[in-house]
């Protein structure tokens, strides 16, 4: 993929934009219970409607510490549905940027896998019947795209203190 967008939605932008690289790969802010990349305090987000996963909006640190379901049991960073119309455009933000950080995306209940060619702003691939994800551990899975969305969420989720009964490809 080329190009990038800016990240600002003021206009006009005060800041200077500060350019990244395009590419299919987004890191995770949880499951849909939390407000997409907001931490606790910003915009009125409460710690019950904040980001829940290993990601959150510039400035706001999580530690390794506080992701309480384990490394290896979170996704990090994962791979970007990207439509086919999309090849060679700049469909939302780079994977890091000067700007406004890096590309996230949520999942589970309500953000399924994208399979294949097909799906919106998801995380997912062009893998059959998979989708690649790197955990806190740094260890890489295969995630079937059928994976049921409550297991999805308490993957996506840092701090859910939920059982996970999906076994890995």
Do not use: W
């Amino acid at each position: 993929m080329s190009g990038d967008q800016l990240q600002s939605l003021l206009v006009p932008n005060p800041n200077p934009h500060v350019p990244g690289a395009t590419g299919d790969y987004a890191a995770c802010t949880g499951d849909t219970n939390g407000t997409i990349d907001y931490y606790p305090g910003m915009n009125g987000t409460t710690d019950a409607t904040a980001a829940n996963g290993a990601f959150v909006y510039f400035g706001y640190r999580i530690t390794f510490q506080s992701i309480t379901d384990g490394l290896g049991n979170t996704i990090f960073v994962g791979e970007k549905h990207v439509p086919k119309m999309a090849y060679g455009a700049s469909p939302d933000s780079s994977v890091y940027n000067g700007d406004n950080g890096a590309s996230h995306r949520q999942a589970g209940v309500g953000a399924p896998l994208a399979n294949g060619p097909y799906g919106t702003g998801q995380f997912g691939s062009y893998h059959p019947g998979v989708c690649l994800f790197a955990m806190g551990d740094a260890s890489v899975r295969a995630i079937s795209t059928g994976i049921d969305l409550a297991n999805l969420s308490y993957l996506a989720n840092r701090h859910d203190e939920q059982i996970i009964t999906y076994k890995f490809e």
